[in-house]
């Protein structure tokens, strides 16, 4: 496993330090750096704000936009709402996970990617969705959706 580096966030570190309500932006700004907030950036964090880990957890778990562990590149968001479900959003999962080899919450081992399944896009007009790395695309086939995979 390769070493983290930390020190990018040191300069974030010292624009924040002891401003203990900035733990928030903190840990975006870590975030943003890494794609996910690494335990030795937050032992580091903690440390530096004389904040407890269970503190900075505590954080970190209640807000859905933090992520504890290393993402992949590409983010692969499948739709497995009603509108999707009945036309065919579940084929459509499958697909993904055939093509990808892993299951929803997932990881592929060369980190290129993630699949993670979602309650609603927001989009259900266009069902089934499937979003890679924040860009839509609708009325998705399980053959539809192993050309898009295939494209990335
Ligand atoms: S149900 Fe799939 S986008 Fe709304």
Do not use: W
């Amino acid at each position: 496993m390769e070493e983290l580096d930390l020190s990018a966030i040191e300069p974030i570190l010292d624009k924040y330090c002891g401003q203990e309500d900035a733990l928030i932006t903190v840990l975006q700004e870590l975030q943003e750096i890494y794609g996910y907030l690494p335990e030795p950036a937050l032992q580091r964090l903690s440390r530096r704000f004389n904040v407890s880990m269970s503190r900075i957890y505590s954080v970190a778990t209640f807000y859905a936009q933090f992520y504890l562990s290393r993402r992949g590149k590409n983010v692969v968001r499948v739709c497995r709402g009603t509108a999707c479900h009945v036309r065919g959003g579940k084929d459509v999962l499958s697909a993904v996970e055939s093509c990808l080899g892993i299951c929803d919450g997932q990881t592929t081992p060369d980190y290129r990617y993630t699949l993670e399944t979602v309650a609603c896009l927001g989009a259900c007009a266009m069902g089934p969705v499937v979003v890679v790395s924040g860009k839509y695309f609708g009325k998705m086939t399980p053959n539809k959706t192993e050309a898009l995979l295939k494209t990335i």
